[in-house]
């Protein structure tokens, strides 16, 4: 087997199995702590400068069984699955949670993993609302909060040089994946939308200088396949955790191709790096105001920052011709921003998409027959050669 | 010789197919009740419709197949969805319609189309059931009286009760309740229509309404599904001849137009546009199936791990 | 004509208190005002969350609560058209019906009457609707607890074309992170109470700028000196309420949120207050009970269900079920009233928005719920999962779970929401509520005693 396959093969196999790598980890670190990180704005660098291994939470395709006597079942499924995992005992792979964001759902759960598990549950609420003047000094104040906390969870202080070192480690992956993500907005096929969530997810569960060997080598033959004239789709959405693997599969295998993404296990997650020329602390407090300019989430409260925009001018340069949509059920933030979004692709003339999903029991046959009629619409637009 | 074509709507209760001729005239259709998607209802409905037009089987110039089961239809140059050939359908049938609200057995839509005939816009309902020919076969259940009498009865109802639950789970038990309070059969069954001509108007937000209005599909036979709809949207909601055939017509009109070549061909697009094979569309969907696999560690169904009290 | 009979109760066997028609009265006089504010050269305010209409009135301007002017739409019966409208624009059912049916109302405004032919909103209700609601000259926004609330008011900012002035107020979730953190104390409290009263001094410079008058603080201490006496009163008339049988329901304080959620500091408040005070110490002193036959007693949890509010309270009543307490009466508006300095407002109003009953991570509300579970000498609980409001049922199954494990009370869930009665399902409710009440007579004749029974101490959690 070749380099690249056995490191494509071993990045896919973390993605999909966290637990595994995860105990092959703390043997090769004894007594090394292991924190999950719930989504979608912890700054992992501060955990890692600790010499702690940040682990963001994946959804876990598991059906959800007990954590159904726990939340409402009109509740997100991956917080639903969040408290099911909490509750048959998988947080066991964590020694503590943390968490920066406010989504109501998300605290919802953290809540009943803080009720349920013996782990403690740090939560820093992260200033959402990010216009107001204030907002820089409280984004400070809170990274300066998770430092402390996390100096006080790994028993160590964390230098100015390590939080550098981190940064610069966590940098150098995302810029790699950044990389592969451009090249398949500028015109490459060569990774498919599963592959390329796998290399997304393995790197947020993974140690960044391993994740970046492997990736390196998982992409270094040099590989070219151009688009076919399948619909170029942009996807849309799944602000925090990755849409199934089977959908991604059905969308391509009905007649469309994904050039590009703003999900959270895509081009989301790799917007932005931290500034490695300031103050670390500062930068990282930076980080995340910018990754809200960057690609803006509709859990912020940012009145100059667009998605509507962001994402028409993404299809421009991607050159993709319709969007999918996919909409985690019962994600608020996604649903009250949605017909602002519909609204904007409408004006500009893209045929868009609403996709539902959920954590389990996709009726993917119903899926495919709309990403056929979308394609099929679609199609229409596209300028006859004769 | 003349060519005919032929469109099959292989739909989750019911298979339709319709003759044309290059005209885009119906020589012949044909609708049969399946129960489920069966393939002997399907070629039943395929012989019934080529017989009834006169020819055989192999006289056929084209077929194309929408509906769940389009894949199952033999012979076919290829498929659409039934949201194309419900729209192709429709405007044949009533040139000018701006906007179809189809209602099958399992699934509603409401379909805006442009002046060509071409669609614009469409939503579906998720899983719910609710103002689906399902739930009206769950109303005519629970009231006890077969599904061609629940239009006439409704019609006859008076009283404007409140329907709370639109979930086809608890419909039975909310109608039984509204029973044992000796309402009138008559006024439960056209509040259900009301009820239910409301949930697909939610529908038909999605979408915009325009107007004209076109309601097809099994339940456009109901004739209070159409007259509580007609009511909804505030304007006259017309129905064709054959409301159940229009995805069938739709199909047909489209492989004549391919196999006469009068519209623009469409690119060849691996994956769109081909004969979808029955089962080996690469397993995508199939490769997990809800698990990994090989997830390890305790993570079973187990013992409820009990509250921490502090 | 409509009916409405999801299985009415038989007789109406509650016994409302007459002084909550005259809040009605009052109420329906506010709303009457805000309508035609612009025509008497008010500026109007659209504004979600905490009650911050004490500093609007001192500022001198109209106030729109969203969710008040949705839960209204909903008792009325009108929330139709503004749901479909926000529909047809876009939002999906599932989401906070409260934002949808106000964002709905949003959406009309500025349509207007322009484009009746493609809504599916008749003429009518379009032209009502966008005439009554005042489009907004500038949002704030102060919600705690709920990340959609933040969200809502952002895009109602977006609707308007986003030319509309916005203020943003951020509120921290009370988790519980510190060692000393609990219910009104610890540093968690103490910072978070001086960050969102420092944001209280920028509002106040943000509506000066809007204004272009001086903001007088004078008048923000008459209004919360009516206000802070009338949650004192409303206090003291929840308290005579632990009295057997009960005077006063659950529902009749529902019907009184509104009168101190969003009505004016001033001595009719007050007067409303006190009224509905002494009609319940006139009903504690001749044996006068909220509901004939109370032979429960229960707590609700659950933010309201608007379209049932009469309804439930008959149903409940039917079965001899007197429903005291919730959450959202108890632990909601303006319920620490020691908290308000009258001179110095700012700091105790802070903390009353930080006190919103959807901002404290379980542990508080486990202590909360217990206590009055315990004082209020409660036989079961009842949960109202709402189904659209992700904030208020997140921790119900740890609540539930709670009681049952530390004071022997059981507990019922129904579902249903505050401004969508589509997702009521009234033969649940009625089927579960009956279940509860049976096993509740079993463990009275088997003599198995609850651990709670008035007095009974609740402590904070360790």
């Known amino acids: 087997m070749s380099e690249a396959l056995e490191a494509q ?118 200033i959402s609302s990010l216009s107001d003047s204030w907002a820089g000094a409280k984004i400070a104040e809170m990274m300066g909060e998770f430092r402390s906390e996390l100096e006080r969870f790994s028993g160590r202080t964390i230098e100015d040089h390590e939080l550098r070192a981190s940064i610069v480690a966590y940098n150098k992956d995302r810029q790699l994946l950044r990389r592969i993500f451009d090249d398949r907005s500028a015109g490459s096929a060569v990774h498919s939308p599963t592959q390329l969530q796998d290399y997304v ?48 599969e059905v969308i391509e295998d009905s007649g469309a191709l994904v050039v590009d993404d703003d999900l959270y296990t895509g081009r989301r997650y790799l917007s932005t790096d931290v500034d490695e020329s300031l103050d670390p602390l500062d930068a990282i407090g930076k980080w995340y105001a910018q990754r809200n300019v960057n690609i803006p989430c509709p859990t912020r409260v940012q009145h100059d920052a667009d998605w509507d925009e962001y994402l028409v001018e993404a299809t421009r340069s991607s050159g993709a011709e319709a969007v999918i949509h996919l909409m985690p059920k019962f994600c608020e933030p996604h649903m009250l921003f949605y017909p602002e979004l519909r609204k904007s692709l409408e004006a500009a003339g893209i045929p868009q998409l609403l996709i539902e999903t959920e954590h389990e029991g996709i009726p993917l046959e119903a899926f495919r027959t709309r990403v056929e009629a979308l394609v099929e619409l679609t199609l229409r637009k596209r300028p006859v050669h004769v | 010789m003349t060519r005919r074509v032929l469109g099959v709507d292989l739909g989750s209760t019911t298979a339709k197919a319709v003759v044309v001729d290059e005209a885009g005239a119906i020589l012949a259709s044909s609708t049969v009740a399946m129960g489920a998607v069966s393939r002997a209802g399907m070629h039943r409905c395929i012989d019934e419709a080529v017989g009834r037009a006169g020819i055989e089987v192999g006289d056929v110039s084209g077929t ?115 029973m044992a309070q000796d309402m009138r059969v008559e006024d439960i069954a056209s509040s259900v229509h009301r009820a239910i001509a409301g949930r697909t108007l939610a529908l038909v937000a999605q979408v915009g309404r325009r107007t004209p209005v076109v309601m097809t599909g099994g339940v456009a036979r109901n004739p209070a599904a159409v007259h509580f709809l007609s009511r909804a949207l505030d304007h006259e909601v017309l129905v064709p001849e054959q409301p159940q055939i229009s995805g069938a017509y739709g199909a047909a009109l489209l492989a004549m137009e391919s196999f006469l070549r009068t519209s623009p061909p469409v690119p060849d697009v691996p994956g769109a546009d081909f004969i979808f094979p029955r089962v080996d569309h690469t397993a995508a969907g199939h490769s997990c199936a809800g698990c990994d696999g090989h997830l390890r560690g305790k993570v079973e169904l187990g013992a409820a791990i009990p509250l921490r009290s502090s | 004509m ?64 969203g969710e008040a002017f949705a839960a209204r739409l909903a008792a009325q019966q009108l929330e139709g058209p503004a ?28 349509q207007g009457s322009d484009d009746p032919q493609t809504g599916v ?82 509002l106040i410079d943000f509506m000066e700028t809007q204004t272009g008058e001086p903001f007088d603080y004078d008048k923000l201490n008459e209004s919360m000196t009516y206000i802070k006496r009338a949650a004192e009163l409303r206090q003291e008339g929840l308290e005579l309420c632990k009295a057997k049988p009960a005077p006063a329901t659950f529902w009749d304080w529902i019907a009184c949120i509104a009168p101190i959620n969003f009505l004016p500091g001033d001595q009719a408040l007050v007067d409303y207050f006190q009224g509905v005070k002494d009609e319940i110490q006139h009903r504690v002193d001749n044996g006068i009970s909220g509901i004939e036959n109370e032979k429960y007693r229960l707590y609700f949890d659950g933010i309201m269900n608007w379209n049932k509010l009469g309804f439930l309270s008959r149903r409940f009543a039917e079965h001899g079920a007197a429903v005291l307490a919730g959450r959202y009466i108890q632990n909601a508006f303006w319920q620490e009233p020691q908290l308000i300095d009258t001179s110095d407002p700012l700091l105790g109003m802070a903390q009353h928005y930080l006190l919103c009953p959807t901002n404290h991570g379980s542990k508080t509300l486990d202590y909360l719920t217990l206590k009055d579970t315990a004082d209020y000498d409660i036989d079961g609980l009842v949960f109202h999962a709402t ?24 507990s019922i869930f129904f579902e249903g929401d505050v401004a969508d009665a589509s997702f009521y399902k009234d033969e649940i409710l009625e089927s579960r509520l009956v279940a509860m009440l049976e096993a509740i007579d079993v463990a009275r004749e088997r003599g198995d005693h609850k651990v709670a029974g008035s007095g009974a101490e609740v402590a904070w959690p360790s």
């Open chain 2, 64 to 178: 194309i197949s929408t509906g769940y089961g389009r894949k199952l239809v033999p012979g076919i140059q290829r498929s659409y969805t039934e949201i194309t050939c419900h729209a192709r359908g429709v405007a044949a049938m009533v040139p000018g319609v701006r906007l179809i609200v189809d209602i099958g057995g399992q699934d509603s839509k409401a379909i805006t189309v442009d002046k060509d005939g071409l669609v614009v816009d469409f939503a579906m309902n998720d899983r719910c059931a609710s103002g689906t020919g399902r739930f009206y076969e769950v109303l005519a259940r629970a009231i006890e009286i077969e599904l061609p009498e629940l239009g006439p009865l409704a019609m006859r109802g008076s009283q404007d009760l409140e329907v709370s639950s639109m979930c086809a789970t608890f419909a039975e038990t909310e109608i039984v309740s509204l």
């Open chain 3, 83 to 110: 749901q479909l409208a926000g529909a047809e624009y876009g939002y999906n059912s599932e989401l906070c019906s409260y934002s949808r049916t106000h964002l709905g109302c949003a959406v009309l405004t500025v």
């Open chain 3, 387 to 410: 189904r659209t409001c992700r904030a208020f049922t997140g921790p119900q199954r740890l609540l539930a779970k709670s009681a049952r494990d530390n004071l022997g009370v059981p």
């Open chain 1, 201 to 248: 997810v393995s790197s947020m569960v993974m140690d960044p200088v391993e994740h970046h060997r492997l990736l390196e080598a998982a992409v270094s033959e040099p590989a070219s396949r151009d688009r076919d004239a399948r619909v170029r789709v942009h996807l849309s959405g799944h602000l925090c955790h990755a849409p199934r693997r089977e959908l991604l």
């Open chain 1, 9 to 126: 093969q071993r990045l896919q196999a973390v993605a999909r199995d966290p637990r595994a790598y995860l105990e092959q980890w703390r043997q090769a670190h004894p007594g090394g702590k292991v924190i999950g990180a719930l989504p979608m704005n912890f700054p992992r660098e501060i955990a890692y400068a600790a010499g702690v291994l940040p682990v963001i939470v994946q959804d876990d395709q598991k059906p959800v069984t007990e954590g159904r006597a726990l939340l409402a079942e009109f509740y997100c499924g991956y917080t639903r699955n969040l408290a099911d995992q909490a509750a048959t005992g998988r947080f066991d792979m964590y020694d503590a949670l943390f968490m920066a964001d406010h989504c109501i759902q998300l605290i919802g759960s953290a809540d009943i993993v803080r009720a349920v598990t013996p782990q403690p549950v740090f939560f820093g609420m992260l």
């Open chain 3, 121 to 202: 909103v008749g003429l009518h209700d379009r032209v009502d609707l966008a005439s009554k609601l005042p489009s907004p000259d500038f949002f704030v926004n102060n919600y705690a607890g709920c990340s959609t609330g933040q969200q809502w008011d952002e895009v109602s900012f977006r609707i308007f074309g986003k030319d509309l002035p916005i203020f943003n107020i951020s509120h921290p979730f009370l988790w519980g992170n510190k060692p000393d953190a609990g219910y009104l104390r610890g540093e968690e409290w103490d910072s978070a109470s001086q960050y969102v009263r420092g944001q209280l001094v920028e």
């Open chain 3, 2 to 65: 409509t009916t409405t009979t999801t299985t009415t109760p038989a007789r109406d066997q509650t016994n409302r208190l007459t002084m909550t028609r005259t809040g009605s009265k009052m109420i329906a006089d506010y709303w009457e005002d805000l309508f035609v504010a612009r025509e008497n050269g008010k500026k109007i305010v659209w504004y979600n969350g905490g009650a911050l209409n004490p500093m609007f009135q001192a500022a001198g301007l109209a106030w729109c609560h």
